[in-house]
């Protein structure tokens, strides 16, 4: 059991700060998210080397019942046009909801249903968005600046990636003429 007596939670960066123990950092950089992409021809090591998003997320016990509380910081960009967005997933227990609460920066929040129906919410400032259980969700970075976003979920949920790896999410989001434009993916 972790005891979170010093923890602290900055709610305009979205800065978790308290035991380095009991905070998980990860980061990915384009490099290790180039799957996710459609096109991926000509970037030069810069670019590859970007940081495409980093997430901080206490460590607490994955059980039944429990809580996760993380933030992520999703970095401004694009792939060949295609905007810079997280991995995405289900849930491993499929069930399991999440909400999503937008400190900072504008994009689009992609969710999606088994049947591969999608639809996007608009991320900003203060907005507020729960993802149902069975909705796989991916943020996109829509603007100049850092995309920050805390989450709270089921700590038991887990992440399905493989699926998204597999099927992909049947719409991608590209800047054209500046401005964000779905193309289906089917
Ligand atoms: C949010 C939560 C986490 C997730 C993170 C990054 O903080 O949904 O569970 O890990 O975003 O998203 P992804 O795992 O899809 O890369
Ligand atoms: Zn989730």
Redesign the pocket.
Known sequence: MINLSKATYDIRSGAITGKDSEIARAQRTISNTLGMYANTEGLDQATLDRLNYR?EVLKVDEIEGGLQF?T?YLYPGTINGEYFM????YHAISNRS?FYLCLKGEGLLVLMDRDRRWWTEKVLPNSLHYIPGDVAH?LINTSDEILTVL?C?NSDAG?DYASIEEEGFSVRYFKVDGKPTPVEQG
């Open positions: 997430v993380g992520s997280t991995k995405g997933h999440e991916r989450a979920w992440h």
